[in-house]
């Protein structure tokens, strides 16, 4: 079992910056593909959309065209901590972000889906004002 909990999430205006942290516990985390997810308001589970994954060596990332060149996935794998690293928001990346961990360490073809995902976080609110 691995328990995620993220932080980091807030208001902030278009064009600022944002780091979020997903903290797990339990079992190796570095045998873990870990990605980040969003969620609009009234959107069920399985419309969440992929932002970000790397792989458990941190060697391998994978990002969502809307946010390559601004959002940055990285891994502290003493620490069992991801992080989301976001510049240059936009209010349409306002959302829930949610940290999943897929129990392979290597990025699949199924890590761009939620239900590539083993366990999730209970999610945090980012809002990009205009």
């Known amino acids: 079992q691995v328990q995620l909990v993220e932080s980091g999430g807030g208001l902030v205006q278009a064009g600022g910056s944002l780091r979020l942290s997903c903290a797990a516990s339990?079992?190796?985390?570095?045998?873990?593909?870990m990605g980040w997810f969003r969620q609009a308001p009234g959107k069920p589970r399985e419309d969440r959309e992929f932002?970000?994954?790397?792989?458990?060596?941190?060697?391998?990332?994978d990002y969502a065209d809307s946010v390559k060149g601004r959002f940055t996935i990285s891994r502290d794998n003493a620490k069992n901590t991801v992080y989301l690293q976001m510049d240059s928001l936009k209010p349409e990346d306002t959302a829930v972000y949610y940290c999943?961990?897929?129990?392979?360490?290597?990025?699949?073809?199924?890590?761009?889906?939620?239900?590539?995902?083993?366990?999730w976080g209970q999610g945090t609110q980012v809002t990009v004002s205009s």
């Open positions: 932002v970000a994954a790397t792989s458990g060596s941190g060697f391998s990332t």
């Open positions: 999943g961990a897929d129990r392979y360490s290597y990025l699949r073809p199924g890590i761009r889906r939620p239900s590539g995902y083993d366990y």
């Open positions: 339990g079992r190796t985390f570095s045998g873990y593909t």
